[in-house]
């Protein structure tokens, strides 16, 4: 399939920002380590582009956006960075497809309502499975999504969950049902499943159809992601979500 896609490639290549945000790390190894496990992490975004989009946050004060590479420069910069388009790039095979990008705060219990108050809402969210169960996503034959903390994350606040070297052959149970219990996860995988914590900044690749979730967030947290594909059209234009 991906050869057919190299093939007859009618994808306009994605217009790249040269900056170069990301000295610290190269392309292949990243590239090979979602080969292998279908994630990689140990990355980080600098510190003045986190700032800058939270302070987009801060001035546009909606709990969740659709797209905000459209609006936000510092996220757009990112989604076109030829490093990561690169990445994209070589682990797709193909010329990748700038998908989606989404922007979400989470709070848990514990976050004060000073924190929430002053997000604007929209009943426009497009309806979803839930994010905390284990689930893996088709947004193309192949896709990539890189996750973003834009604020720290320990175990309290929501960390990100996955299950190494599940984006291979699933089984005929996988795909019938994409949502799987915590129980059978550990069951089925044990210590292949990998909780991902980290400062502000932490950058996280992951095979969209490796089984991850959310934790529950009992604090609060920003994540950005951005999702790439192969040949899926992007999605409709999609107000701010909330």
């Not at 502000?200 to 969209?208: A, D, I, N, P």
């Not at 609060?220 to 999702?227: C, F, H, P, T, V």
Request: net charge neutral; glycine share 4%.
């Amino acid at each position: 399939m991906v050869r057919y896609y190299q093939r007859r490639n009618y994808v306009q290549p994605i217009r790249i920002e040269r900056q170069d945000i990301f000295q610290k790390f190269d392309v292949d190894p990243v590239v090979h380590s979602l080969n292998e496990r279908g994630y990689a992490n140990g990355w980080e975004i600098p510190e003045e582009y986190v700032s800058r989009i939270v302070q987009y946050t801060k001035d546009t004060k909606f709990l969740k956006y659709w797209n905000p590479h459209r609006e936000c420069e510092a996220i757009d910069q990112i989604a076109r960075n030829e490093k990561l388009v690169e990445i994209a790039r070589q682990y797709l095979g193909a010329e990748p497809i700038l998908w989606l990008s989404q922007l979400k705060w989470s709070f848990g219990d514990q976050a004060s309502k000073e924190e929430r108050q002053g997000l604007l809402s929209s009943n426009n969210e497009p309806e979803q499975h839930d994010g905390d169960a284990f689930h893996y996503d088709t947004l193309d034959f192949k896709s990539l999504t890189i996750f973003i903390y834009l604020t720290d994350v320990d175990a309290s606040c929501g960390p990100h969950v996955l299950i190494e070297n599940t984006h291979n052959a699933k089984s005929f149970r996988d795909i019938c049902q994409i949502i799987l219990s915590d129980t059978a996860a550990r069951q089925r995988f044990g210590d292949r499943i990998k909780v991902i914590l980290g400062k502000k900044g932490t950058m996280l690749f992951e095979e969209t159809s490796t089984f991850h979730k959310a934790s529950r967030c009992q604090t609060k947290r920003l994540m950005l992601s951005i999702d790439y594909v192969l040949q899926r059209s992007p999605p409709p234009e999609h107000p701010v979500l909330a």
